[in-house]
Protein backbone atom coordinates (compact mmCIF):
# COMPACT_ATOMS: atom_id res chain seq x y z
CA UNK A 1 0.00 0.00 0.00
CA UNK A 2 1.21 3.62 -0.46
CA UNK A 3 0.22 6.53 1.69
CA UNK A 4 -2.04 8.07 -0.43
CA UNK A 5 -3.42 5.29 -2.45
CA UNK A 6 -6.66 4.05 -3.81
CA UNK A 7 -7.75 0.91 -2.03
CA UNK A 8 -7.12 -0.91 -5.62
CA UNK A 9 -4.96 -0.66 -8.79
CA UNK A 10 -7.44 1.71 -10.54
CA UNK A 11 -7.15 5.14 -10.76
CA UNK A 12 -10.14 7.17 -9.56
CA UNK A 13 -10.39 9.23 -12.89
CA UNK A 14 -8.94 8.49 -16.04
CA UNK A 15 -8.50 11.69 -17.17
CA UNK A 16 -6.54 12.65 -13.68
CA UNK A 17 -3.52 10.47 -13.99
CA UNK A 18 -1.97 12.62 -11.24
CA UNK A 19 -4.70 13.07 -8.95
CA UNK A 20 -5.25 9.53 -9.33
CA UNK A 21 -2.04 8.47 -8.52
CA UNK A 22 -2.86 9.41 -4.83
CA UNK A 23 -0.82 12.64 -4.32
CA UNK A 24 -0.96 16.48 -4.52
CA UNK A 25 3.29 16.53 -4.95
CA UNK A 26 5.31 17.30 -2.46
CA UNK A 27 3.82 20.47 -0.58
CA UNK A 28 6.08 23.18 1.12
CA UNK A 29 6.09 24.68 4.09
CA UNK A 30 3.92 27.76 4.26
CA UNK A 31 1.47 26.44 1.31
CA UNK A 32 -1.79 27.98 1.05
CA UNK A 33 -4.51 25.15 2.89
CA UNK A 34 -7.73 26.60 1.16
CA UNK A 35 -7.35 27.66 -2.41
CA UNK A 36 -10.22 29.08 -4.35
CA UNK A 37 -12.39 26.96 -5.34
CA UNK A 38 -11.72 26.06 -9.29
CA UNK A 39 -15.53 24.79 -9.89
CA UNK A 40 -16.95 27.90 -11.61
CA UNK A 41 -20.63 26.60 -11.96
CA UNK A 42 -20.67 25.34 -8.56
CA UNK A 43 -20.87 27.99 -5.52
CA UNK A 44 -23.70 26.09 -2.96
CA UNK A 45 -22.23 22.79 -2.49
CA UNK A 46 -24.50 20.36 0.35
CA UNK A 47 -22.46 17.37 2.50
CA UNK A 48 -24.20 14.62 3.04
CA UNK A 49 -23.82 12.20 5.96
CA UNK A 50 -21.40 9.98 5.61
CA UNK A 51 -22.09 6.10 5.25
CA UNK A 52 -20.39 4.02 7.46
CA UNK A 53 -21.97 0.66 6.90
CA UNK A 54 -17.91 -0.44 6.45
CA UNK A 55 -16.98 0.29 9.90
CA UNK A 56 -18.12 -2.35 12.04
CA UNK A 57 -16.39 -1.25 15.74
CA UNK A 58 -19.04 0.50 17.79
CA UNK A 59 -16.31 2.75 19.11
CA UNK A 60 -14.81 3.41 16.04
CA UNK A 61 -18.57 3.79 14.29
CA UNK A 62 -19.76 7.44 16.55
CA UNK A 63 -15.80 8.80 15.96
CA UNK A 64 -16.44 8.59 12.38
CA UNK A 65 -20.09 9.59 12.67
CA UNK A 66 -18.38 13.47 12.99
CA UNK A 67 -16.48 13.21 9.56
CA UNK A 68 -18.89 14.86 7.40
CA UNK A 69 -19.37 17.54 9.45
CA UNK A 70 -15.25 17.90 9.72
CA UNK A 71 -15.34 17.72 6.03
CA UNK A 72 -17.98 20.25 5.33
CA UNK A 73 -16.12 22.51 7.90
CA UNK A 74 -13.13 22.35 6.11
CA UNK A 75 -15.16 22.94 2.83
CA UNK A 76 -16.21 25.98 3.87
CA UNK A 77 -12.90 27.24 4.47
CA UNK A 78 -11.75 27.30 0.61
CA UNK A 79 -12.98 30.56 -1.51
CA UNK A 80 -16.01 30.18 -3.48
CA UNK A 81 -18.16 27.84 -1.32
CA UNK A 82 -20.93 28.77 -0.18
CA UNK A 83 -22.16 25.23 2.04
CA UNK A 84 -24.64 23.21 3.32
CA UNK A 85 -23.58 21.38 6.37
CA UNK A 86 -24.63 17.74 6.84
CA UNK A 87 -26.69 18.62 9.85
CA UNK A 88 -29.06 20.57 7.80
CA UNK A 89 -28.76 18.07 5.31
CA UNK A 90 -30.44 15.66 8.03
CA UNK A 91 -32.82 17.85 8.89
CA UNK A 92 -34.10 18.18 5.27
CA UNK A 93 -33.99 14.31 5.09
CA UNK A 94 -36.22 13.48 8.13
CA UNK A 95 -38.55 16.27 7.30
CA UNK A 96 -39.00 15.39 3.46
CA UNK A 97 -38.33 11.21 4.08
CA UNK A 98 -35.39 11.20 1.76
CA UNK A 99 -33.36 8.12 2.17
CA UNK A 100 -30.43 8.39 1.11
CA UNK A 101 -29.52 5.44 -1.20
CA UNK A 102 -29.02 5.86 -4.30
CA UNK A 103 -27.43 9.17 -6.85
CA UNK A 104 -31.26 9.69 -7.88
CA UNK A 105 -31.88 9.95 -4.21
CA UNK A 106 -28.76 12.16 -4.04
CA UNK A 107 -29.76 14.67 -7.03
CA UNK A 108 -33.76 15.16 -4.93
CA UNK A 109 -32.03 16.15 -1.97
CA UNK A 110 -30.30 18.44 -3.85
CA UNK A 111 -33.04 20.17 -5.91
CA UNK A 112 -34.91 19.94 -2.38
CA UNK A 113 -31.98 22.07 -0.89
CA UNK A 114 -31.76 24.23 -4.13
CA UNK A 115 -27.76 24.08 -4.32
CA UNK A 116 -25.67 23.45 -7.12
CA UNK A 117 -24.40 19.98 -6.35
CA UNK A 118 -24.02 17.33 -3.55
CA UNK A 119 -21.22 15.51 -2.01
CA UNK A 120 -21.95 12.12 -1.06
CA UNK A 121 -19.07 10.03 0.97
CA UNK A 122 -18.78 6.78 2.67
CA UNK A 123 -16.05 5.90 5.37
CA UNK A 124 -14.44 2.83 3.67
CA UNK A 125 -11.66 2.61 6.75
CA UNK A 126 -11.32 3.78 10.30
CA UNK A 127 -8.61 2.53 12.75
CA UNK A 128 -8.19 5.27 15.63
CA UNK A 129 -5.87 3.51 17.20
CA UNK A 130 -2.26 4.69 16.15
CA UNK A 131 -1.36 4.64 13.53
CA UNK A 132 -4.58 5.73 12.58
CA UNK A 133 -5.75 5.18 9.48
CA UNK A 134 -8.85 6.87 7.25
CA UNK A 135 -10.73 5.78 4.35
CA UNK A 136 -13.18 7.85 2.32
CA UNK A 137 -14.84 7.14 -0.73
CA UNK A 138 -16.71 10.72 -2.39
CA UNK A 139 -18.60 11.39 -4.86
CA UNK A 140 -20.04 14.75 -6.60
CA UNK A 141 -23.01 14.99 -8.37
CA UNK A 142 -24.42 18.74 -9.82
CA UNK A 143 -27.56 19.20 -10.29
CA UNK A 144 -27.13 20.60 -13.59
CA UNK A 145 -24.73 18.94 -15.94
CA UNK A 146 -22.70 21.29 -17.34
CA UNK A 147 -19.76 19.36 -18.72
CA UNK A 148 -20.22 16.29 -20.32
CA UNK A 149 -16.09 15.98 -21.94
CA UNK A 150 -13.88 13.24 -20.71
CA UNK A 151 -14.25 13.03 -16.85
CA UNK A 152 -18.03 13.50 -16.80
CA UNK A 153 -18.23 10.56 -19.39
CA UNK A 154 -19.63 7.53 -17.54
CA UNK A 155 -17.54 5.71 -20.02
CA UNK A 156 -14.07 7.05 -19.09
CA UNK A 157 -14.93 7.96 -15.17
CA UNK A 158 -13.31 4.74 -13.61
CA UNK A 159 -16.33 2.67 -11.40
CA UNK A 160 -15.66 1.81 -8.19
CA UNK A 161 -19.55 2.85 -7.96
CA UNK A 162 -19.17 4.18 -3.96
CA UNK A 163 -21.36 5.18 -2.28
CA UNK A 164 -23.71 4.73 -5.29
CA UNK A 165 -23.44 2.63 -8.46
CA UNK A 166 -24.77 4.17 -11.95
CA UNK A 167 -27.73 4.35 -13.37
CA UNK A 168 -28.21 2.36 -15.92
CA UNK A 169 -30.47 5.04 -18.14
CA UNK A 170 -27.82 6.60 -20.25
CA UNK A 171 -29.57 10.07 -18.80
CA UNK A 172 -28.90 9.15 -15.54
CA UNK A 173 -27.03 10.79 -12.39
CA UNK A 174 -23.30 10.44 -13.02
CA UNK A 175 -20.85 12.17 -10.77
CA UNK A 176 -18.51 14.78 -12.14
CA UNK A 177 -15.60 13.29 -9.59
CA UNK A 178 -15.51 10.20 -7.89
CA UNK A 179 -12.35 10.23 -6.07
CA UNK A 180 -11.34 7.15 -3.28
CA UNK A 181 -8.36 6.89 -0.87
CA UNK A 182 -6.99 5.37 2.21
CA UNK A 183 -4.84 7.84 4.31
CA UNK A 184 -2.61 6.02 6.36
CA UNK A 185 -0.81 7.70 9.13
CA UNK A 186 1.87 4.56 9.26
CA UNK A 187 4.20 5.79 6.39
CA UNK A 188 6.02 8.77 6.96
CA UNK A 189 5.14 10.85 3.70
CA UNK A 190 2.23 11.25 5.76
CA UNK A 191 3.20 12.21 8.93
CA UNK A 192 5.55 14.91 7.34
CA UNK A 193 2.23 16.25 4.89
CA UNK A 194 -0.01 16.36 8.30
CA UNK A 195 3.48 18.47 9.97
CA UNK A 196 3.08 20.77 7.10
CA UNK A 197 -0.36 21.06 7.01
CA UNK A 198 -0.10 22.07 11.12
CA UNK A 199 2.47 24.33 10.38
CA UNK A 200 0.38 26.47 8.02
CA UNK A 201 -2.76 26.05 9.71
CA UNK A 202 -1.40 26.37 13.32
CA UNK A 203 1.99 27.82 13.53
CA UNK A 204 1.91 28.83 17.12
CA UNK A 205 1.37 24.97 17.91
CA UNK A 206 4.91 23.79 19.31
CA UNK A 207 6.54 20.84 17.86
CA UNK A 208 7.28 18.82 21.47
CA UNK A 209 4.68 17.71 23.49
CA UNK A 210 2.92 16.20 20.75
CA UNK A 211 2.55 20.23 18.53
CA UNK A 212 1.60 20.11 15.39
CA UNK A 213 2.07 15.55 15.89
CA UNK A 214 -1.45 16.46 17.39
CA UNK A 215 -2.76 16.17 13.57
CA UNK A 216 -1.43 12.73 13.35
CA UNK A 217 -2.86 11.83 17.36
CA UNK A 218 -5.87 13.63 17.35
CA UNK A 219 -8.98 12.03 16.24
CA UNK A 220 -10.75 15.22 15.13
CA UNK A 221 -7.22 17.17 13.95
CA UNK A 222 -6.33 14.16 11.87
CA UNK A 223 -9.71 14.09 10.21
CA UNK A 224 -9.94 18.21 9.58
CA UNK A 225 -6.03 16.86 7.90
CA UNK A 226 -7.54 14.01 5.48
CA UNK A 227 -10.91 16.07 4.87
CA UNK A 228 -8.30 19.33 3.58
CA UNK A 229 -6.22 16.84 1.50
CA UNK A 230 -9.45 15.35 -0.46
CA UNK A 231 -10.73 18.51 -0.99
CA UNK A 232 -7.41 20.03 -2.48
CA UNK A 233 -7.23 16.30 -4.30
CA UNK A 234 -10.77 17.19 -5.91
CA UNK A 235 -9.81 20.79 -6.63
CA UNK A 236 -6.88 19.46 -8.51
CA UNK A 237 -9.01 16.93 -10.37
CA UNK A 238 -11.18 19.67 -11.62
CA UNK A 239 -8.05 22.34 -12.68
CA UNK A 240 -7.19 19.27 -15.11
CA UNK A 241 -10.49 18.74 -16.62
CA UNK A 242 -10.66 22.60 -17.38
CA UNK A 243 -7.40 22.44 -18.94
CA UNK A 244 -8.32 19.20 -21.34
CA UNK A 245 -11.69 21.42 -21.91
CA UNK A 246 -9.25 24.33 -22.95
CA UNK A 247 -7.43 21.82 -24.97
CA UNK A 248 -9.87 20.56 -26.65
CA UNK A 249 -11.16 23.68 -27.67
CA UNK A 250 -8.20 25.00 -28.81
CA UNK A 251 -7.88 21.60 -30.97
CA UNK A 252 -11.49 22.73 -32.63
CA UNK A 253 -9.97 26.51 -33.58
CA UNK A 254 -13.16 27.96 -30.85
CA UNK A 255 -12.07 30.51 -27.84
Known amino acids: MIPFAPPRPALALALACAAGC???GSLPWGYDPYPESPFRSLERVAVAPFLLQRVEDPVAREK????????????????GL???????????MHREGVVLDSAASALRLARLLQ???ILVGEVTDFRDY??????????LYPVKAFWRGAAGDPRVLERHGKPFGYEEDPGGATPIIEIERVVDAHFGEVRE????????HDPERPLDDL???????VTE??????????????????????????????????P
Request: glycine share 6%; hydrophobic share 40%; no cysteine.
Open 64 to 79: ARAFAQVFASELAKFR
Open 82 to 92: RVVRPDTVQAR
Open 211 to 217: GQEAYTH
Open 115 to 117: VDA
Open 130 to 139: LPKRVGLAVQ
Open 221 to 254: LYLQFVSNRLIREVFEVERLRQRAESRARSSRGK
Open 193 to 200: ETQRFGGV
Open 22 to 24: GTL
